[in-house]
Nanobody, 126 residues
Framework: QVQLVESGGGLVQAGGSLSLSCATSGRTFSLYTMGWFRQAPGKEREFVAVISRSGGTTYYADSVKGRFTISRDSAKNTMYLQMNSLKPEDTAVYYC???????????????????WGQGTQVTVSS
């Protein structure tokens, strides 16, 4: 079992940047495929980005491609999401998620993931 704790959310103006962190418990971080999802008010939770256990493979939602970067640091048991050129439509609660085992083709589905953080609010003002 792994526990996930997000941090780094906040209020930023459009065009600005934020960096989110997802700290994990335990010594098994390298066993998990990790992802970021977000949920805006009145909308379903949606996929943002995923990173493989080794960090060698990443995928992004089209809406954030070229602006967001997902990464992980095994020494710190932490995953990151660097968000640049933020837009008001990026406003949402951002969640980190973990899936035990290898990267799979349905990485964009939240049902794939076994563990979730509590979420961190990101608000982008226009």
């Amino acid at each position: 079992q792994v526990q996930l704790v997000e941090s780094g959310g906040g209020l930023v103006q459009a065009g600005g940047s934020l960096s989110l962190s997802c700290a994990t418990s335990g010594r098994t971080f390298s066993l998990y495929t990790m992802g970021w999802f977000r949920q805006a008010p009145g909308k379903e939770r949606e996929f943002v980005a995923v990173i493989s256990r080794s960090g060698g493979t990443t995928y992004y939602a089209d809406s954030v491609k070229g602006r967001f970067t997902i990464s992980r640091d095994s020494a710190k048991n932490t995953m990151y999401l660097q968000m640049n050129s933020l837009k008001p439509e990026d406003t949402a609660v951002y969640y980190c998620a973990a899936k035990m085992g290898l990267f799979s083709g349905n990485y964009y589905s939240d049902s794939t993931y076994n563990y979730w953080g509590q979420g961190t609010q990101v608000t982008v003002s226009s």
